[in-house]
C-alpha cells in the first residue's frame, strides 16, 4: 500500500472488502487519525484490529503495534500481507539478518505496520531506530497485560510510558478485552492516557450459544456433540487433569477424529507443534488443560466444551471465549455433574491461603455453579456478574431456546436435608440417597441406618432425581461438603428455614438423555445446507491447498464468513466475486479465479 489514502472508509473496501465499520471502530479510528490517543475494550472477535490497522495505513509513517504474543507475529504478518499491506515484525524469533532487513525497511519508510514484543521495544537500539522513523501510530496491545493483579502480567509493559515521555506528538491506542474498571484503570494511569478517549464495548460475545448440560454419560455426549453438530469443525475440550487429557485425546483419535492433547506435563516441543498444528487445520480437536490459552488467535474456533466445571466465571469466560473469534456463530458446551460439585467445593476448601482467600473462591464457586442451575437465560447471568445488562432474555443460550421446567422441590429438600443429619452429617450423597430409598444394604444395617426416621420416605422419587436434587443443595449452598475429601455432607446455616418450611425451594427439572439428542440438533448453529455441502467441502478444499502451499492457516487466506458469503452469493464473475464481503483487491487478484473456478464448477 505505497500511496497514503487517507479516507478510512476506502481502506476498509479495498484493502480489508468488508462493506462497514463495525461498533465503536469508525469513532476510534477517526480519533487516531486525528491524532488523539485512545483506550478500546471491546470483546474478542469484536474487532480491534482494525482500529489500529486502518488509521495505520491512512496516517503517514509506520504503525508501531506492541504484543506480547510472538507464536503470533507470523501469522499476523502473513495475513497484512495477503491484503497488499507492507507489514513485518521484530521479535528474538529474526535471524540477525532478517531483523537488519526490517530495520532498514522501517527507515526508508517502507513498511505500513511493524509488531514488536514489548522487550524488543524498551532496548535503547530500537527507541532510537524508532527516532529515526516516521511513526504514524503506537498500538499497545492486550493492555491488560500491565495489570499486575491479572494472570497475563508482563513486567515490561510497565514500561511502556517511555513512549509518552518519548513520542509525545504520536497517537497512543491501547486494545483489550479485559474490561473491569481496576484493570482499565491500571491501563489509564500505567500508560498515561490520561486524556485518552475511552471506547468501550460490553462483554457480550452474542454469536457464542451458551449451553450446560448434565453429565449422563460425558463421552458419550460429547462424541454425539461432535458427530451431529461439528462435523469438520476445530474446537477444545477442557478437562481437568492431565491424565484425563491424554486419555480423552487417544480416545477421541480411536473414534477418528484428528485429536492431539496439550497440558503442561508434556515437553515444550511437543506442546508447540500441536499447537502449531491446532492453529494451521481447519478440523481438529484440541484435548486440553487450562494451559492451552493465552494466545491463541486462531479465529475459526467453533466450539469449546468443558468436560469438568471450571472455577469460575471468569475462567468459564475466558475460556469459552476463545470460540468463535471471527463472529460467526459459535456454541460453548459445557458438562458437569453432582462429582465436579463436590470436588471443586473441596478444591476451593483445601486450596492455599488465609481464610478470606477461601471464601473468595467459595464464592466465585457458587456464582459459577448458579449460571449452571439457573432456568433464565443464561446471558443474562453472565453479564450481571460483570456489571453489564442485557434488557431482554438473549435467544441464543440453551435456557432462552428451550427453556427447562421447574418443579417444586420443598419437600424433597426438606426430606433430604433431615436425612443427612439424622445420619449425622458424615455421608456422601450416594449413602444419604440410599437411606432415603430405603435401601437395606450393608453399609446401611452396619451404621443402623435403616432405624433412623427418614430411612425409606424418599423410595417415591427414583435415584437420578435424588441425585439432582442433591447437586442442587450443594450448588445453592443449602449443604456443604466436608473439607476433607470423603464427600461427606452436612448442614448450611441456609438449610434451617427450608427445614422448618418457611422457604420453599424450586429446582430445575434434569432433562431425560432422549430430550437431550433431540434439542441437540434443533440447537445446531451455523451448519450449511445439506444441499450446500458439497460446494462448502470444495471451497474449504480450495482454502486448504492455497494455504498449505504457501504455509499459513487457512483463515490467512480467506475467513469462515467469507466462504460462507461466497456460498450465499455464489459469484461467478470477478465484479462479483470483488463484492463478496473479506474480498478486497488484494484477495481478488491473487485467490479470486482459484475460487471462481471451484462455483463454476460446481454450479454447472
Ligand atoms: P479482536 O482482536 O477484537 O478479537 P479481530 O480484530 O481479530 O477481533 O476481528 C475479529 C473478526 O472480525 C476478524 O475475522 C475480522 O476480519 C472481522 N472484522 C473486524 N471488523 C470487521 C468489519 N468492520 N466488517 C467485517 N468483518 C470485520
Ligand atoms: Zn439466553
Known amino acids: 500500500m505505497p500511496t497514503m489514502n487517507p479516507d478510512p472508509h476506502q481502506i476498509l473496501e479495498q484493502t480489508f472488502g468488508y462493506r462497514s465499520f463495525r461498533g465503536p471502530q469508525e469513532s476510534v479510528i477517526r480519533a487516531l487519525i486525528a491524532g488523539e490517543d485512545a483506550l478500546v475494550l471491546m470483546p474478542t472477535g469484536g474487532g480491534k484490529s482494525l482500529c489500529y490497522q486502518v488509521p495505520a495505513l491512512a496516517r503517514e509513517g509506520t504503525g508501531i503495534v506492541i504484543s506480547p504474543l510472538i507464536a503470533l507475529m507470523q501469522d499476523q504478518v502473513s495475513a497484512l500481507r495477503e491484503l497488499g499491506v507492507r507489514a513485518g515484525f521484530l521479535n528474538s524469533t529474526l535471524s540477525a539478518q532478517e531483523v537488519f532487513a526490517t530495520e532498514r525497511a522501517l527507515r526508508d519508510g517502507r513498511i505500513d505496520l511493524l509488531y514488536i514484543a514489548p522487550e524488543r521495544l524498551l532496548q535503547q537500539r530500537t ?50 478485552a479485559t474490561a473491569d474498571m481496576r484493570t482499565r484503570e491500571e491501563i489509564v494511569n500505567r500508560l498515561g492516557l490520561q486524556d485518552a478517549r475511552q471506547f468501550i464495548v460490553g462483554f457480550d460475545r452474542p454469536n457464542i450459544r451458551y449451553r450446560i448440560r448434565q453429565k449422563e454419560r460425558p463421552k458419550q455426549q ?57 492453529l494451521r487445520d481447519d478440523a481438529m480437536v484440541m ?66 491461603g488465609n481464610e478470606l482467600f477461601k471464601r473468595h473462591e467459595q464464592q466465585r464457586l457458587t456464582s459459577m455453579l448458579g449460571l449452571c442451575e439457573v432456568t433464565s437465560c443464561r446471558r443474562q447471568v453472565l453479564l450481571r456478574y460483570f456489571g453489564d445488562t442485557l434488557d431482554a432474555p438473549c435467544g441464543n443460550c440453551d435456557n432462552c431456546l428451550d427453556p427447562p421446567e421447574e418443579w417444586d422441590g420443598s419437600e424433597a429438600a426438606r426430606m433430604a436435608l433431615s436425612c443427612v443429619y439424622r445420619t449425622g452429617q458424615r455421608f456422601g450423597a450416594n ?40 447437586r442442587q443443595l450443594v450448588a445453592r449452598g443449602y449443604l456443604d461438603v466436608d473439607p476433607e475429601g470423603y464427600g461427606g455432607l452436612r448442614l448450611s446455616a441456609a438449610a434451617k428455614p427450608v427445614l422448618r418450611a418457611e422457604e420453599a425451594v424450586w429446582l430445575r427439572r434434569d432433562r431425560k438423555p432422549a430430550a437431550v439428542r433431540a434439542i441437540g440438533k434443533r440447537e445446531r448453529g ?33 475467513h469462515d464468513a467469507t466462504l460462507r458469503a461466497m456460498l450465499a452469493e455464489r459469484p461467478l464473475t470477478p465484479s462479483a466475486m470483488r463484492a463478496v464481503s473479506g474480498v478486497g483487491d488484494s484477495k481478488l487478484e491473487r485467490y479470486g479465479e482459484a475460487f471462481l473456478a471451484v462455483l463454476r464448477d460446481i454450479s454447472l
Open 431 to 470: 449413602h444419604v440417597i440410599d437411606v432415603l430409598r430405603g435401601a437395606e444394604n450393608d453399609r446401611i444395617l452396619s451404621f443402623d441406618h435403616h432405624q433412623v426416621s427418614t430411612f425409606g420416605i424418599g423410595k417415591d422419587i427414583p435415584v437420578e432425581q435424588w441425585r439432582s436434587v442433591f
Open 222 to 278: 460429547l462424541l454425539r456433540f461432535l458427530r451431529e453438530e461439528q462435523e469438520g469443525n476445530a474446537g477444545i475440550v477442557y478437562c481437568l487433569s492431565r491424565a484425563k487429557v491424554d486419555e480423552t485425546a487417544r480416545w477421541l483419535r480411536e473414534e477418528g477424529f484428528n485429536a492431539l492433547p496439550y497440558h503442561a506435563g508434556m515437553g515444550k516441543d511437543e506442546r508447540a507443534g500441536n499447537q502449531a498444528r491446532f
Open 127 to 176: 527507541l532510537e531506530l524508532l527516532h529515526e522513523a516516521r511513526i504514524a501510530l503506537f498500538a499497545i496491545d492486550e493492555a491488560h497485560c500491565v495489570s499486575q493483579w491479572g494472570h497475563d502480567f508482563r513486567a515490561d509493559y510497565l514500561a511502556l510510558d517511555v513512549l509518552q515521555r518519548e513520542f509525545p506528538s504520536v497517537p497512543r491506542v491501547a486494545l483489550t
Open 287 to 352: 484435548v486440553a488443560t487450562i494451559a492451552f490459552g493465552m494466545g491463541i488467535d486462531k479465529p475459526d474456533v467453533r466450539f469449546v466444551a468443558h468436560l469438568d466445571l471450571p472455577k469460575s466465571i471468569e475462567a468459564y469466560y475466558q475460556e469459552t471465549g476463545r470460540a468463535g473469534r471471527d463472529g460467526e456463530a459459535a456454541t460453548a458446551l459445557l458438562l458437569y455433574g453432582f462429582e465436579d460439585v463436590v470436588k471443586l467445593r473441596q478444591m476451593a476448601l483445601q486450596s492455599e
Open 526 to 558: 451455523a451448519e450449511v445446507d445439506h444441499a450446500d455441502q458439497p460446494l462448502w467441502e470444495a471451497l474449504r478444499a480450495c482454502r486448504k491447498r492455497l494455504a498449505d502451499a504457501q504455509n499459513v492457516p487457512p483463515y490467512v487466506i480467506f
